[in-house]
């Protein structure tokens, strides 16, 4: 999660291919949404239930696909279409929210994420959205308590947890810094084998001077079955030298292998993988809602044997 306005202005380009095909599917699904619009003129033009759940997952499909290239503009259009055609389906409402707040339009944020509660209640996913607008608005406390409340509905959630860590560790209140040691602790008891947290475990420990709560996290990464860089420094010889420092008792000394091996595993795909497993790629916070909550979706029957 980020915490505050600057965080999030511009987006991270993917890869060219990945792109791509994402585009593709945009234009996919467009093409498919205007060839299936009933025409005028043949006498089809008022919608069946049928046709108008359909347009309603065409919808959503056309904008997650918009937001999977980044092209916010045109989600926010097409889940406006999605609420002006369902206004009440809660996920066109989140969606919404989640788009204004990635364009930094947190008013409107609050707003369409107000009349996506007023219709779904308090849930997990809404609360954590909440969290995360106080939070780039520079509402820690208001951020964290929002968060608890989420983790309190759903408390096996480790992204949950993650968020709020992020923003007690960005407080600028260092009663709220201190208490981000036991979502680490809770995280790692959810996720073990995670290798950015039990980095962030060791050095949260080291930095408090703490060599024996630093350990066990160490010995969790020296027997971890990752692909190890051996350039510019082989990763392999910073984890020997990190277990050497705690044998003797020196956190000052295992600070700098510490920071050198997160430095050259952050680029690789363990770290990539591990990350993704407790929040969204950099430039992209929030998790966007796919299911209908409201609209019942009902999928096809499958063909009938030969």
Partial sequence: MFTNRTQIRGIVAGGMLCCSIAWAVVVMIGCRERSQTPDADSGTSEPTPTTEIDRL???????????????????????????????????GWYNRALIAMRRDKLDSAREFLDRAQQLAGRRPDILELAGAIAAMDGRHTEAADLLSQAIALDSEDVRLR???????????????????????GAMIALRPDNLELRIAAARAALDRGDVNAATPHINALSVMDIEWPTEPIDARTLVEQ????????????????????RNILAPGV?????????????????????????????????????
């Fill in 57 to 91: 997952v065409r919808l959503r499909n056309l904008g997650m696909a918009y937001l999977d290239v980044g092209l916010t503009a045109e989600a926010a259009r097409t889940f406006e279409e999605l609420t002006d055609a369902a206004p009440n389906e809660p996920m």
């Fill in 242 to 261: 990190l277990q050497q420092a705690v044998e003797k008792g020196d956190a000052t000394a295992a600070r700098r292998p510490l920071l050198q091996l």
């Fill in 270 to 306: 363990a770290f990539r993988d591990a990350h993704r497993e407790l929040a969204t790629p950099a430039g992209e916070p929030g998790h966007p809602l796919w299911k209908f909550l409201s609209v019942e979706i009902v999928p096809p029957s499958a063909a009938p044997p030969n």
């Fill in 162 to 184: 993650y968020a709020l860590f992020e923003v007690l560790r960005h407080s600028p209140d260092p009663k709220l810094r201190e208490t981000g040691g036991e979502q680490l």
